[in-house]
Structures are given as C-alpha cells and as structure tokens.
C-alpha cells in the first residue's frame, strides 16, 4: 500500500500563489506518473497537471503559464507551484501516483484552495 499526504492548501487573493506538497510512502516499488487533480464545487473532477518520472510534463490548458509541477523522485514527492491564482482555481486539490508494475492508482485525501478577495 501507498499512502499519500498533501499540503499546503489555504485561502489566497486573486493573483496569489500557493505551493501544493503531496508524499508518497509505504510500500513503494517504482512511482511512475505523479499528478495533481482538482474538483469545484458542483463540478467534475478535472486533470490539472501530471508529471512522469523521466520529467515530461502535461498541463490543463486553464492552468498553462500559472502552474508548474514538479516531483523530487528521492524524496517520492510531487509539488504544485500555483502563481496568479483566479477564483476560478477555487477547489478541493488531489494528488495521484501511479505505482509499481500493476501501475495501481493510489490518492491522497485532497488539499483545499480557496482563492478570494
């Protein structure tokens, strides 16, 4: 089993940022695909952005230019630095990897980002 912890969520003012942390511990053989989702209220669950273990990279287009993700494969890491947040980026924020040669998904208990004036 995995498990994941995220962080760093809160309440920031349009044009703010914020830098989402998620780890990965527990029975780890080999983390494949890391990525960040993210749900507003009353709405589906959409990709954010995703990030292979080589560093390539994919990012919704709402969100290209503004965020960035990054993942530390030592530490089993994914980050997710948000610049220029909008209200519309207003959402419960989750974590996903990809694990082992089963490529089982595994996700953390979300993070919410609130951005407000």
């Known amino acids: 089993q995995v498990q994941l912890v995220e962080s760093g969520g809160g309440l920031v003012q349009p044009g703010g940022s914020l830098r989402l942390s998620c780890a990965a511990s527990?029975?780890?053989?080999?983390?494949?695909?890391m990525g960040w989702y993210r749900q507003a209220p009353g709405k589906q669950r959409e990709l954010v952005a995703t990030?292979?273990?080589?560093?390539?990279?994919n990012y919704a287009d709402s969100v290209k230019g503004r965020f960035t993700i990054s993942r530390d494969n030592a530490k089993n890491t994914v980050y997710l630095q948000m610049d220029n947040l909008k209200p519309e980026d207003t959402a419960v924020y989750s974590c996903?990897?990809?694990?082992?040669?089963?490529?089982?998904?595994?996700w953390g208990q979300g993070t919410q980002v609130t951005v407000s004036s």
């Open positions: 996903k990897v990809v694990e082992g040669l089963r490529l089982r998904d595994y």
């Open positions: 527990g029975s780890i053989f080999s983390i494949s695909v």
């Open positions: 990030i292979i273990r080589g560093g390539m990279t």
